[in-house]
């Protein structure tokens, strides 16, 4: 059954274009993705379809039995009602048949042998019974549950609540009224990473269509089967996961390019021979001919567009040594309020380190500790020679400022000169007039941009972020993985985006309320590690407390996670051989490319510049001999699994 039909939908706020003879269709227990870059109309186009803006043509097709639940960004309760009473008043159809049915069993006390007072009581409870009116409480406790409102919360008055609290509610509510097609703007934000995992298996087995926006790529893979991309006021399908999105969209390119190339070739023919025959009196005719063709023929546009991408990357100016931070029994916590203690952590050179845990937990304020933001209160931290600190801060605390975005950058670093900072600037997809913006007029994602441009000038060898994916969108997001992927340096970040951990971290260090746990992988490996610990630990505790030995069965699981632990190495050591042979082989062009400048007589003539040549040709031969000696290390390591 279909839910929403939308049929060339236009939209333009003022001159600007917006949205362009969009389709879009979704179906019952569809799960939709809309995804596109930051200002390409993603949430414009979920507010028309809620209703709350008007568009300019078009048609908007939804039947009138579909009721339709929309949470847009940042959308929190503003209510003067306790949280669960709030609740309730989703409810208030079912909670006053509930109260009908006690009047009906008093009068049916007193009139046991009215025979319409028994219909009239069976239907009621067979109509209380579909709308779920056993289990409407159940069913609150246990949305609350998952978005982090336990017991002890519901009689909390909601005024009293944080923003990011407001916002969880407002989720939950939704969640509980169970519409026929829920679409939500965002629904990640202000989510740690447990509450995540319960929001996509609660999504997995709801019962209606969703439609959602967000740049959590491990959500939508988890979550979606339908991907439609908005693009240059366009919508594109895809089916499947984000994943296979991104797949297919890279064929389409290659496709795209392919043919654009070939029909750009035949334009210049065509342009070539009529500027060559168009004056001779033998040829014009055929040269009007072919002008005739040129004009008529609809030239395909260039699949790369007008969308620009920020390219970056970060480098050091010298290496650390092998230590980079000791750490022993901290405690860390603002003033009069400790948050963690005992956390005991080593982070050592190319470390590639997530902090996670839960919300609360103290992992921003730890990173904060460490770049002396803040003061511990116990323990000690020690950092290793030549440890030169980069710190990104999620809060942005330190861009509120009124200058420029040329300023902010040039007081930092004013022996450049100009064109290098706005040549730094325009890498980060500033140019123009948006280098005249005041910093305070900035959003959430160029104030994101500006910070990691201030970053890339300080070249530290020691990264510390602080959720460096939040406000930037998905390809902003794949920019800065590849460029940290790259980097020499050592990095430790705290980020709740699951898929930019895995694509990142070489370790996980979980933090809690006592002390740190250290897992040797990726999210995914984390994860895996933990619920088999979890599960060794539930069975000592089975076998404890029925006072028996331990059981082959929890040896078997301890072996188990032993071969488990040699694969995911394996794994890791397989994707750094891909990884380094992809080096080698662009090594290998660029010293084939130099070899040949040698062989030009304007090269091999001139002294400085064969020189210069074969010193860099030097140096590219040196790092392909250090490629192979890590190749070989690797493959040994693999042959020893």
């Not at 959602?212 to 366009?234: A, M, N, P, T």
């Not at 007008?306 to 022993?328: C, H, M, P, W, Y």
């Amino acid at each position: 059954m279909i839910v929403l039909q939308v049929n060339q939908l236009y939209k333009s706020f003022i001159a600007d274009e917006i949205l362009s003879g969009v389709k879009l269709e979704v179906q019952h227990r569809d799960r939709v993705a809309l995804v596109g870059r930051n200002g390409a109309g993603k949430s414009t186009l979920l507010k028309i379809i809620a209703g709350q803006m008007s568009y300019d043509s078009g048609d908007i097709i939804i039947p009138k039995d579909v009721r339709i639940g929309y949470l847009e960004q940042h959308a929190g309760i503003d209510s003067s009602l306790s949280i669960w009473d709030e609740m309730m008043t989703i409810f208030e159809p079912v909670r006053q048949m509930e109260k009908r049915l006690r009047h009906l069993e008093q009068q049916m006390a007193e009139r046991y042998d009215d025979a319409k007072l028994l219909a009239d009581y069976d239907q009621l409870q067979h109509d209380f019974k579909d709308a779920g009116g056993y289990q409407y409480e159940a069913d609150t406790r246990s949305v609350l549950h998952g978005m982090q409102f336990f017991q002890d919360d519901y009689d909390k008055p909601i005024t009293s609540l944080s923003g990011g609290q407001r916002t969880r509610l407002a989720l939950a509510k939704l969640l509980l009224s169970k519409p026929d097609l829920l679409i939500l703007d965002e629904p990640t934000n202000h989510l740690d990473i447990e509450t995540l995992s319960w929001l996509e298996n609660y999504l997995k087995g709801y019962d209606g269509a969703i439609l959602i926006v967000s740049h959590d790529r491990y959500f939508l893979d988890q979550v979606v089967s339908i991907v439609y991309e908005v693009s240059r006021h366009k919508v594109n399908k895809y089916t499947g996961n984000y994943s296979a999105y991104l797949e297919e969209k890279a064929k389409n390119y290659e496709r795209d390019l392919k043919t654009f190339e070939r029909q750009m070739d035949e334009k210049a023919k065509l342009e070539a021979f009529i500027q060559k025959n168009i004056a001779r009196a033998s040829t014009t005719k055929m040269a009007q001919s072919r002008r005739k063709q040129l004009e008529r023929t609809e030239w395909m546009d260039s699949p790369d567009g007008d969308e620009k991408s920020a390219s970056f990357g970060f480098t050091i100016d010298r290496q650390t040594g092998n230590d980079v931070l000791t750490i022993d029994d901290l405690a860390i916590g603002y003033p009069n309020k400790e948050i963690s203690r005992d956390i005991t952590m080593r982070v050592y050179r190319e470390d590639r380190i997530a902090l996670v845990g839960p919300n609360g937990v103290g992992k921003s304020t730890l990173l904060k500790t460490i770049v002396k933001d803040l003061t511990q209160f116990n323990g000690t931290i020690q950092y290793g020679s030549n440890v030169q600190i980069g710190y990104y801060d999620q809060e942005q605390a330190k861009l509120n400022s009124n200058k420029s975005v040329l300023q902010e950058l040039w007081d930092e670093w004013p022996l450049l000169n100009e064109k290098d900072i706005r040549s730094t600037l325009g890498q980060f997809l500033f140019s123009g007039d948006d280098v005249t913006k005041s910093v305070n007029s900035l959003s959430g994602g160029e104030k994101a941009r500006l910070a990691l441009a201030k970053l890339m000038m300080q070249k530290a060898n020691v990264l510390i972020l602080d959720e460096p994916t939040n406000h930037l969108d998905l390809d902003s997001k794949e920019v800065l993985e590849n460029a940290l992927i790259d980097y020499p340096g050592t990095l430790l970040f705290v980020s709740h985006d699951r898929y930019f951990i895995n694509r990142i971290a070489s370790k996980v260090v979980e933090l809690s309320n006592n002390g740190a746990f250290e897992y040797l992988g990726d999210y995914d490996y984390y994860i895996e590690k933990k619920l088999e610990l979890e599960e060794i630990e539930a069975a000592k505790r089975a076998a404890a407390e029925a006072n028996q030995p331990v059981t082959p069965t929890q040896v078997k699981t301890t072996t188990s996670t032993i071969d488990k632990d040699a694969k995911k190495r394996e794994r890791q050591i397989r994707r750094s051989i891909e990884d380094i042979e992809q080096k080698m082989a662009s090594l290998d062009d660029t010293i084939a490319a130099l070899e040949e400048q040698l062989c030009d007589p304007d090269v091999f003539s001139n002294h400085e510049k064969a020189f210069a040549v074969q010193t860099d040709l030097d140096a590219q031969k040196e790092a392909h001999e250090a490629l192979e000696m890590q190749w070989l290390e690797l493959n040994e390591e693999l042959e020893t699994l």
